[in-house]
Structure formats: structure tokens, C-alpha cells
């Protein structure tokens, strides 16, 4: 009798169980479809008439922690990529906090990167306080009007292949501090200005690229990445993106990803001249 009653327990205590990861399912498949659905379109990126971008995100596991978005407003395009520690659910929670938060302060009008970074930390770290976790982010934004872009925040090395294919890196370890790991950081924002060319590439990735590992075990690395970005600087942004997704693809082989892996490639296009816009307004 008891044994019956015990297995009784037992096949209730299953059931159970198999309704919890049911519904953890369904909420995880939730929270990877917002996250999807709110990556830039390529529609949007087609009406931004002075950059080529093309951008690719592939989660490890259901819900990523990378971030990345590209928001043009009034002339002007926001890009920033960023890597929440982990992954799963609360790190892909964090990640559309901070999507959330710079599209308010985009909308709110702020343009200082100090305040902009301070202000949108300030907000994830009372959240991940809130939270009970210790998450954090590195974040870099890119303000990007007429051909000048303006860094600021903390992330990976930023590649610059210049036309012709010289390479240029950007240390932004000196522009920020990890977001959401202190109340305060508006000391540590700084920011770094550089002029695009028509042909200049910009790569942003995360390190789900450059530590992906092939089957010994060794990092893709980012000397293998800037290479290749060099070799392919003449083609398109989409071009760029998909010759650096393959290689890695063919680097990992059927290994797992450990890491979720993000790339954004911007090329600048053609500047309009003088002469162009004395023909517009002769065509008004």
C-alpha cells in the first residue's frame, strides 16, 4: 500500500515537472522571439542612404546576451553593440533592458555620451539590484552624422579597414566601464572621434567570434578576423559579413556554440558633393 502511494507521488511529482519545463519553454521560446523581432530590419537599414550595414546574430543557446541595434533618427544613426556576461534568460532580460533604455534616451533627445552611458547604467544597475544578480554589460555606441562618427563606452577592439585596406584599431577599453557594475561611472565615459571616407569599413563583433574554438581547441581570434575584413574591404557590407560568417562557420566545424556570436559591418558610401546638391536644387 505504502509502495503504491509513493509511486503515485513519484508520477504526480513527474507530471509536474514535465508542466514546469513546459511552460519554461514556452516563456524562454517567448523571450527569444522579442528579441528577434526587435533587431534592426533590413528595411530600416536601407533607408540610412550613407552607410552599407549588414548585421548577424546567432545566439548559443535560446536566448542570447549580445545586443545590438541601429536606430537613425533626424539624420543622425545610433550603433551599438554590446555582451551581457552569460547567457540564458537573465542575461537576454538585460540585454532588451539596455535596448529599451537607449531607445528612450534617443527619443528623450540626449546626445552628451557621458550622460547618455551614465544615465542608462544607472538604470540597469537598479535593476540588477533589483534583480538580486550580478550581471553586467560592455557596451559601445557609435553616433554616426555625415561621414564623423563619435565612440564612446567599453567593448571589444573596434576594426577600421580603411579604402585600399589599411587596418586601424580602436581601443575603447579607455572609453567606458562595464555597464550595471557600478551605481556610477560617468568618470570613467570618454569618447574618440574619427572621419569615414567613401570605402571605409567599420567591424563590430563580439567575443563569441574571436574565441569561437575549432576542433584543437584554439581560438578564431582576432588577427584571423581582421584579415579577413582586409581582404574583402572592396566588397559590400553584406559581402564583408557573410566572408567573415562562413570562415568562422568553417573554422568551428560541428563543434556547439559556447558563445553567442554578433557581427555588424558599416561601409561608407559615397558622400553627395556640392555639385549634387546644386543639381537638386536645380531639379526644385
Not at 573596434?158 to 581601443?171: C, E, F, S, T, Y
Not at 559591418?265 to 537638386?280: E, G, H, R, W
Request: hydrophobic residues 40%; proline residues 2%; negative net charge.
Amino acid at each position: 500500500m505504502q509502495l503504491r502511494e509513493a509511486n503515485t507521488q513519484i508520477i504526480a511529482l513527474n507530471d509536474s515537472l514535465k508542466d514546469d519545463n513546459v511552460r519554461m519553454k514556452s516563456e524562454l521560446n517567448v523571450t527569444r522571439q522579442i528579441q528577434q523581432k526587435i533587431l534592426p530590419k533590413k528595411e530600416e537599414l536601407l533607408q540610412i542612404e550613407s552607410l552599407d550595414i549588414a548585421g548577424f546574430m546567432q545566439p548559443a543557446s535560446e536566448i542570447g546576451g549580445d545586443y545590438y541595434d541601429i536606430i537613425s533618427s533626424n539624420g543622425r544613426v545610433k550603433i551599438g553593440i554590446g555582451d551581457v556576461t552569460g547567457h540564458g534568460l537573465e542575461s537576454g532580460m538585460l540585454m532588451l533592458m539596455a535596448q529599451t533604455s537607449i531607445r528612450t534616451l534617443l527619443e528623450n533627445n540626449e546626445t552628451d555620451p557621458q550622460k547618455f552611458l551614465n544615465t542608462l547604467n544607472q538604470t540597469i544597475y537598479h535593476n540588477v539590484k533589483r534583480m538580486e544578480s550580478d550581471k553586467n554589460m560592455t557596451l559601445c555606441l557609435l553616433d554616426y552624422e555625415n561621414g564623423r562618427v563619435r565612440i564612446s563606452g567599453q567593448h571589444e577592439e573596434i576594426l577600421i579597414i580603411r579604402r585600399g585596406g589599411m587596418v586601424q584599431k580602436i581601443d575603447t577599453m579607455e572609453l567606458g566601464f562595464p555597464i550595471g557594475l557600478e551605481e556610477e561611472i560617468s568618470h570613467f565615459v570618454a569618447y574618440a572621434d574619427l572621419q569615414l571616407l567613401p570605402g571605409d569599413v567599420i567591424v563590430l563583433y563580439t567575443d563569441g567570434i574571436t574565441e569561437a574554438e575549432n576542433a584543437n581547441g584554439e581560438f578564431y581570434g582576432l588577427k584571423r578576423l581582421t584579415q579577413l575584413a582586409k581582404d574583402n574591404w572592396q566588397k559590400s557590407a553584406e559581402e564583408i559579413k557573410q566572408a567573415v560568417i562562413d570562415d568562422l562557420w568553417q573554422y568551428i566545424g560541428d563543434r556547439n556554440l559556447l558563445d553567442d556570436i554578433t557581427l555588424v559591418v558599416l561601409k561608407q558610401k559615397s558622400m553627395p558633393t556640392v555639385t549634387d546638391f546644386a543639381n537638386d536644387l536645380a531639379l526644385c
